[in-house]
């Protein structure tokens, strides 16, 4: 099974691929989709809590994933807010596997013990682990570490895939070492990405929780550990990029010279059913009603940035530039496709 899904990924990442550097219609091959805005945290850099509340219905998220197969999606990431406060997330997740979608959840974990009915069969968890308990707590409340580590233990033990996403704020650069032990110790991967501002999905000014003349021996040193084995997600390319990275107060630019494959490769979906190239471009780029319009039709080409540092599109861009590489590091890494 993991052969023939490791081949329909691959047939349909040469199409978007080609598509992309055609300037072809575009054809994605992942979408994000916000099940909700709601979450039960409230994170110092997370804004999604105060957006709009409202969510597609089920049926209405049916002819979603419907017309997301149609555009050649095989990959299909459900985040929020915190998507674990929708009960009918089980339902969610049925629906895209019944698409062939290879499935990704992001979650904070922190419900998993109060609802586990609701845990849905996916492919791949994301959490998130914004250093050890002090440093996790500032960054997203009080209450944000209770269940996390359980939750992980909990996962890995039913062989399912956990990634834990750590923004480096300047507090969690002083827990990489001990993230990667814990990492090391109870079986899951580990992600880095720096805090971003200036979208609609974040708040907080970067000086409040981050030094915004980062040096790069910080990215260096998460390299140098990938590189002697520490159960590192991110790409060897990714933290090369973000140790080059000149000033993360500015978490994009528009270089006429660079070319982004948001929105040819991947593009998000908010809970309302609109879709963006990408989620930091949410208030930049005009939604596209993915219910009602045709996102090959809608979708121009152009994007408010070409050149970011913003975690997962980084990531994905260099799927574009240096796919049998990344590609490689996200089967690895990530699981997909296993």
């Known amino acids: 099974m993991a052969v023939l899904q490791h081949f329909k990924t691959g047939i349909a990442l040469t199409r978007s691929i080609a598509h992309y550097r055609g300037h072809a219609t575009p054809r994605p091959i992942s979408a994000s989709f916000a099940v909700t805005n709601r979450c039960n945290l409230s994170c110092s850099y997370c804004n999604f809590p105060n957006l709009d509340p409202s969510q597609l219905s089920l049926e209405q998220i049916r002819q979603l994933f419907s017309n997301l197969a149609q555009m050649g999606v095989a990959r299909l990431g459900l985040v929020g807010g915190e998507p674990l406060l929708r009960a009918d997330l089980p339902a969610i997740a049925a629906e895209a596997k019944s698409h062939g979608f290879f499935v990704s959840l992001n979650t904070n974990l922190t419900l998993l013990e109060r609802f586990p009915e609701r845990m849905p069969d996916v492919d791949l968890v994301f959490t998130s682990l914004d250093g050890m308990p002090e440093t996790h707590r500032q960054a997203r409340g009080k209450k944000s570490f209770d269940g996390v580590l359980e939750g992980i233990q909990e996962l890995r033990g039913k062989k399912l895939p956990v990634v834990a996403i750590t923004v480096l704020t300047a507090q969690a650069t002083e827990d990489i070492d001990a ?109 596209i009603d993915l219910l009602t319009q045709n996102w090959q039709e809608q979708f121009t080409g152009k994007t408010p940035c070409t050149e970011c540092a913003v975690g997962p599109m980084v990531e994905f861009n260099l799927l574009y530039k240096q796919p049998l590489a990344s590609a490689y590091n996200m089967i690895t890494s990530y699981g997909i496709g296993t």
């Open 179 to 287: 993230l990667i032990r814990l990492a090391t110790q109870n079986d899951f991967k580990l992600h880095f990405q720096p805090q971003c501002t200036d979208t609609d999905i974040v708040k907080g000014k970067l000086g409040e929780m981050y030094n915004t003349k980062r040096e790069s021996h910080i990215w260096q040193k998460i390299l140098d550990a990938k590189g002697q084995g520490a159960p590192i997600a991110s790409s060897s390319a990714y933290l090369r990029h973000m140790s080059n990275w000149d000033n993360f107060a500015m978490a994009s630019i528009m270089n006429p010279e660079s070319r982004c494959a948001a929105g040819y490769g991947f593009l998000f979906i908010d809970p309302q059913g609109l879709a963006y190239p990408c989620a930091y471009t949410k208030g930049k780029a005009k939604g």
